[in-house]
Nanobody, 120 residues
Framework: QVQLVESGGGLVQAGGSLRLSCAAS????????VGWFRQAPGKEREFVAH????????YYTDSVKGRFTISRDNAKNTVYLQMNSLEPEDTAVYYC?????????????WGQGTQVTVSS
């Protein structure tokens, strides 16, 4: 079965950095677009970043542009989210999600999430 497993979350002070990983199994990873989403307490889940199958194109929500970088290593079936200059507003559970070929608004495959907490 398909599994997406996030790791790398934790507690960090404002201005700090974290790198999240999403390890995939059970699918042909190089044929999948992958995204990161997040959900803060009391808020709806929101899109953060997206990377295409080959990694040639990346997309970000405005609030993280210039601070977050999404990348992938298809040989390792892993997608990363490098988060720099973290702000308390980035506190959320971060999820990776995948779809074959093109990432949709409601991806088919989801991980269980990893908590990121940014203290002020």
């Amino acid at each position: 079965q398909v599994q997406l497993v996030e790791s790398g979350g934790g507690l960090v002070q404002a201005g700090g950095s974290l790198r999240l990983s999403c390890a995939a199994s059970g699918l042909t990873f190089s044929n999948c677009a992958v995204g990161w989403f997040r959900q803060a307490p009391g808020k709806e889940r929101e899109f953060v970043a997206h990377i295409t199958r080959s990694g040639g194109n990346t997309y970000y929500t405005d609030s993280v542009k210039g601070r977050f970088t999404i990348s992938r290593d298809n040989a390792k079936n892993t997608v990363y989210l490098q988060m720099n200059s973290l702000e308390p507003e980035d506190t959320a559970v971060y999820y990776c999600a995948a779809d074959y070929f093109t990432l949709t608004h409601k991806p088919n495959y989801w991980g269980q999430g990893t908590q990121v907490t940014v203290s002020s």
